[in-house]
């Protein structure tokens, strides 16, 4: 779902919904995660590496960020904000997934298993 949404593609679902549990409608209908599909801009691969893929694309107000370990092992990502075609700084970052803001970050480091995936909003902290 976070590749499909990250890009873009047409959201399209089979199979009788008033049947699905609570775990899948919450992926169907996170309204956070459906604004990277409906809303971004300019969406595309900005690494891809043998063992991770992170993709960007624009919102209104910053950006969306979803990496990808497309390793068998788990996986230690660390990536200057200008390898991934931000301006350096502090960004405000968000877990679309699970709805929390997360640490202001320098860069984005992050700890993925085998396979998993994150969704990121990512907005730049002005400078005082």
Same mark, same amino acid.
């Given at each position: 779902?976070?590749?499909?949404?990250?890009?873009?593609?047409?959201?399209?679902?089979?199979?009788?919904?008033?049947?699905?549990?609570?775990? =899948?409608? &919450? +992926?169907?209908?996170?309204?956070?995660? %459906?604004?990277?599909?409906?809303?971004?801009?300019?969406? *595309?691969?900005?690494?891809?590496?043998?063992?991770?893929?992170?993709?960007?694309?624009?919102?209104?107000?910053?950006?969306?960020?979803?990496?990808?370990?497309?390793?068998?092992? =788990?996986? &230690? +990502?660390?990536?200057?904000?200008?390898? %991934?075609?931000?301006?350096?700084?502090?960004?405000?970052? *968000?877990?679309?997934?699970?709805?929390?803001?997360?640490?202001?970050?320098?860069?984005?480091?992050?700890?993925?298993?085998?396979?998993?995936?994150?969704?990121?909003?990512?907005?730049?902290?002005?400078?005082?």
């Amino acid at each position: 779902m976070t590749l499909w949404c990250i890009f873009p593609s047409p959201l399209m679902v089979g199979g009788r919904l008033p049947d699905d549990d609570a775990w =899948s409608l &919450s +992926l169907l209908t996170n309204l956070e995660v %459906l604004a990277v599909d409906q809303h971004s801009t300019g969406n *595309r691969p900005v690494i891809t590496s043998g063992n991770a893929v992170v993709w960007r694309a624009e919102s209104a107000d910053g950006y969306y960020l979803a990496a990808f370990n497309i390793s068998d092992s =788990s996986q &230690s +990502l660390h990536y200057d904000w200008k390898n %991934l075609g931000l301006k350096p700084g502090r960004y405000k970052l *968000r877990d679309l997934w699970t709805h929390r803001d997360l640490e202001d970050a320098e860069s984005l480091i992050l700890e993925l298993p085998s396979h998993a995936s994150v969704l990121y909003s990512a907005v730049a902290i002005a400078k005082k």
